[in-house]
Each structure stands twice: as structure tokens, then as C-alpha cells.
């Protein structure tokens, strides 16, 4: 297993507390991370009995260079059963945001990728 602790100095502050790295590419003008929600339900729905059912598909943001080098997350964002109800749940990162240790630019980060997921259903 690789060890992507480095990863914590240039990604916005907070993120692996929510995601793990699964791989880094460098590529000759370009760096990818692959990022993968952890399977931690959200904290609204603690009282729920929730069962993870994977992944929505998934997605490419850029982020700030790296060096002069273009750098890409690539973002898998986990989804919840609710075994009671069976609707499905997702982490809202408007509440995340709200009364967090996250950073603004990383609450900021996270509603971009909830709207690019929202637009992608459409």
C-alpha cells in the first residue's frame, strides 16, 4: 500500500478527514489525485440505520497548479441506504460547512462538487 501522507500538504485542509487517497498519477504537465468518500454515514442521520451501496460515478475537478503543473481530484462521493425507509442519503456539505473545522475553501471545494454531481443528473 502506498503511502500518500504528503498529499495532506497540498490538498485543502480537512479533506482526508472525509475521503482517502487511493492513488496519485504524475503525469508530464499534469498530477492526479483519486480521492474516494470514507464509508463514515453522515452525522444528521446518526440515529438512522444507514448501509453503504457505493458510489456515484466519478468526477474530475481541477484544482490549484502544483509546481506549473495542472492539478486534477478525481472524486468518488459515497452514497447510504436507509434500511428502514430505503431511501438513499448523501452527505450534505452545507451542514459539513456550517459549524466545521473544514476551511471556507474547502466547504467551498465540496459545494462545488455536490452542484457538479447535481447538474450531471439533470
Known amino acids: 500500500m502506498q503511502d500518500y501522507s504528503f498529499i495532506d500538504l497540498i490538498l485543502p485542509e480537512g479533506i482526508?478527514?472525509?475521503f482517502d487517497v487511493k492513488?496519485?498519477?504524475k503525469g508530464e504537465s499534469y498530477y492526479s489525485i483519486y480521492l474516494e468518500e470514507r464509508n463514515i454515514p453522515p452525522i444528521e442521520y446518526s440515529s438512522e440505520k444507514l448501509m453503504s451501496k457505493g458510489f456515484f460515478d466519478e468526477i474530475t475537478l481541477q484544482d490549484f497548479p502544483i509546481r506549473g503543473k495542472a492539478c486534477y481530484l478525481n472524486i468518488k462521493r459515497r452514497r447510504w441506504q436507509?434500511?428502514?425507509t430505503g431511501l438513499y442519503?448523501?452527505?450534505d456539505w452545507n451542514?459539513?460547512?456550517k459549524g466545521t473545522?473544514?476551511?471556507q475553501e474547502f466547504a467551498s471545494f465540496l459545494k462545488e462538487v455536490t452542484r457538479y454531481q447535481a447538474n450531471k443528473r439533470e
Do not use: G, I, P
Open 82 to 84: 436507509n434500511t428502514q
Open 16 to 18: 482526508t478527514e472525509y
Open 23 to 25: 492513488n496519485f498519477k
Open 101 to 103: 473545522k473544514l476551511t
Open 95 to 97: 451542514l459539513v460547512a
Open 89 to 91: 442519503v448523501v452527505r
